[in-house]
């Protein structure tokens, strides 16, 4: 009997170890993470009432984006057009200035008619103006493909109401 209690202990021992070493490694690999600065989300209907038209006239949009600490992004943009082409892009640039956010990366597959976007740059510009009814829209430029310009440049691209969807620049 005094055997089977010592074994258990030994056991228990064992387990606490392993348990308090998981938890040291853990704590360790997210410590060597780098955090998140800013985030962006944003998506919806295309904001065409810039143009006169109803949103969406041009299919849909979405977008995640994430900047860290050591100035690296990483996301994934979708933007979808209404004729059932569009394109699918990975995020890595991303920077943040008050409400707006400028965005760019690599398109990864898509197509815009009978051409191939795999391949090509792209960058847009989103604007967070709040989540009230009361409050301005918030605003979406178009997706400028196959231009060359980072983030980091901030371009003044033109930013167009999207009065359904959402945009969020933290």
């Known amino acids: 009997m ?3 209690r010592s074994h258990l ?3 228990g021992s064992a387990i606490a170890i392993s348990a308090a070493l998981s938890l040291l490694v853990a704590s360790t690999v997210l410590a060597t993470s780098p955090s998140v600065v800013h985030h962006v989300t944003a998506g919806g209907p295309d904001a065409c009432t810039g143009a006169g038209d109803k949103p ?3 299919g849909n949009f979405s977008l995640v984006a994430s900047q860290y600490a050591d100035g690296t992004a990483s996301g994934q ?3 979808r057009f209404a004729n059932g082409s569009g394109f699918k892009a ?3 640039c991303v920077r943040v200035v008050g409400n707006e956010a400028w965005i760019s990366g690599r398109i990864t597959s898509g197509r815009a008619g009978d051409n191939d976007l795999a391949g090509l740059p792209f960058s847009t510009l989103v604007a967070d103006n709040g ?7 918030d ?3 178009t997706s400028h493909v196959g231009n060359e310009t ?4 901030l371009s003044p691209w033109d930013l167009f109401d999207m009065p359904q969807g959402q945009v969020i620049v933290n």
């Not at 980072?150 to 440049?153: A, F, I, S």
Request: with cysteine; glycine share 10%; proline share 10%.
């Open 2 to 4: 005094l055997g089977s």
């Open 9 to 11: 202990v030994g056991i």
């Open 56 to 58: 969406g006239c041009d």
């Open 77 to 79: 943009y979708t933007d």
């Open 90 to 92: 990975v995020v890595d």
């Open 131 to 137: 989540t009230s009814a009361a409050q301005p829209p």
């Open 139 to 141: 605003q979406i430029s």
């Open 150 to 153: 980072p983030c980091t440049d």
